[in-house]
């Protein structure tokens, strides 16, 4: 499998280290607040990741981290801490903000058939592993103390911008926040590990430390937390393509300072969701969430299946209109599903299985091309084989598009049953068993383009009283009164 590789900004083989295994870490959500769809852009395409590689024989064990204290407004560690805020905001503790937005989260996840990490784990439960962590910082030269706070020294560093080549004049503090520089820092990269002079009153959490009682900043969490269940090494981290500057090139930092060894080798960016004004973002206090799409009648799978029609490498423009056509094309997608007719006696057609998988696999394969998976999808309708090889197929590729099509096409064709059943109450069994049986041959005529017995059949029904009607939803019959 190729993937795209931030580091080295080129396409590479994704090899883990121990072969068949992936060790997986993803940035996980500051829960101050409810995660926009922008948000949940990037959890959908790690979660494709995830399930395909899985799909191709690996084991994946993937860790997130729930931010729950120490993320400031700025990533450049400054502004007001985002916990803070949302408690403020709603009257309510930090905690209970975090229990509440942490299960708002996951609601959102579970409708968007987005799979639970393996390990979750707030920053909260992490205390001792991130001082234990600074002491070593501290001990090997790559951190100081200035003005009460702990800082990690960037100078130290060979490299210290490893995804971009940025020039110093470009990395002004404030040019993102219209911010004050702090004047603890020697170098203006230079980022907080740990603060003991909190720069609000009413800091809520705060823990004892060698340094004094304070708080760790937000880039050490991740470092640790993957230490505590990932080991040393990662084969591959994930997230927005807004992490990779300053949290992930701090990760990169302060990890392999302590370890003195390369860390994670893949690193997987998803690009930003944008809107006819821009990025979307919470700060702008204008956001789109799950539950309001629910609320204007989208099934939150339309959204996955609109993310998945484009790269995750590319900025993808969402609007109300796009999102119709998304919502268009997957309620077409499911119709075709309902319409497969299986029959039991029917053999798995095993070149055109491996036909269909192969143009499937081919798309991932090639860093992760969830469209041309989509393609590869509506592509076995095309195969000339039976319905029980497509359907076979269809659940195949559902192990890693998950767009829950098949689930829905059951619905369809129960809801179609009972429509029927409703309308032919009156109906005798015999007859409405015949009438079906002649709709199915004649449903089978047509696709062998034998529209001559197709036609005979319609005028066999019609000469007993009965009308045949082609709609969306298939083919209804009314039978005339006597």
Request: hydrophobic share 35%.
């Amino acid at each position: 499998m190729l993937l795209y590789n931030s580091a080295t900004r080129k396409k590479e083989e994704f090899i883990p280290r121990i072969p068949g295994k992936v060790s997986m870490y993803t940035c996980g959500p500051t829960v101050y607040h409810f995660a926009h769809i922008g948000n949940l852009r990037t959890y959908t395409m790690e979660d494709v990741l995830e399930k395909y590689l899985r799909y191709i024989g690996n084991d994946v064990k993937r860790v997130m981290n729930i931010t729950d204290v120490g993320h400031l407004s700025s990533d450049g560690d400054t502004g007001e801490d985002k916990m803070l805020k949302g408690a403020k905001r709603e009257h309510k503790t930090v905690l209970e903000i975090a229990k509440f937005y942490t299960d708002a989260f996951f609601a959102d996840c579970e409708k968007l058939h987005i799979r639970k990490p393996d390990v979750i784990e707030p920053a909260t439960n992490c205390i001792p592993e991130f001082i234990t962590m600074i002491e070593t910082l501290l001990e090997k030269g790559y951190a100081y103390e200035a003005g009460g706070n702990i800082y990690f020294d960037t100078s130290k560093l060979e490299k210290y911008y490893v995804f971009n080549d940025f020039k110093e004049e470009d990395l002004e503090v404030g040019v993102r926040d219209s911010v004050e520089a702090d004047s603890n820092k020697k170098n203006k990269a230079d980022f907080v590990l740990w603060f003991t002079k909190s720069k609000f009153e009413d800091q809520e959490l705060k823990w004892d430390s060698p340094w004094g009682v304070g708080y760790p900043g937000w880039h050490i969490e991740c470092s640790c937390i993957a230490a505590k269940h990932l080991g040393e090494y990662l084969d591959l981290h994930c997230g927005g393509i807004d992490n990779a500057f300053p949290h992930h090139t701090n990760e990169i930092a302060q990890s392999e300072a302590t370890y003195g060894h390369e860390w994670c080798k893949y690193w997987f960016h998803v690009h930003h969701l944008n809107t006819n004004s821009g990025k979307m973002s919470k700060s702008k206090g204008e956001f789109l969430t799950v539950s309001l799409l629910e609320e204007k009648g989208y099934d939150p799978l339309v959204y996955r299946f609109f993310c998945l029609q484009s790269h995750y490498s590319k900025n993808l423009v969402f609007s109300w209109e796009n999102l119709d056509n998304a919502k268009i094309a997957y309620n077409k997608l499911v119709a075709r599903v309902a319409a497969l007719s299986v029959k039991a006696e029917d053999e798995i057609d095993a070149a055109a299985f491996a036909e269909g998988k192969k143009r499937f696999t081919d798309a991932l394969d090639n860093d992760l091309n969830t469209s041309l998976a989509v393609t590869a999808l509506y592509d076995v309708f095309k195969l000339k084989t039976n319905d029980k090889t497509k359907m076979a197929l269809i659940e195949d590729f559902e192990k890693v598009l998950d767009l829950g099509i098949l689930a829905a096409a059951k619905k369809q064709n129960a809801d179609k049953k009972n429509e029927n059943k409703d309308e032919n109450a009156n109906v005798s069994p015999e007859l409405l068993a015949y009438i079906n049986e002649k709709i199915e041959a004649r449903r089978a005529a047509k696709k062998a383009k034998n529209f001559a017995e197709a036609d005979a059949i319609r005028d066999e029904l019609a000469a007993k009283g009965i009308t045949l009607l082609d709609t969306r939803e298939g083919t209804k019959f009314s039978i005339a009164e006597v």
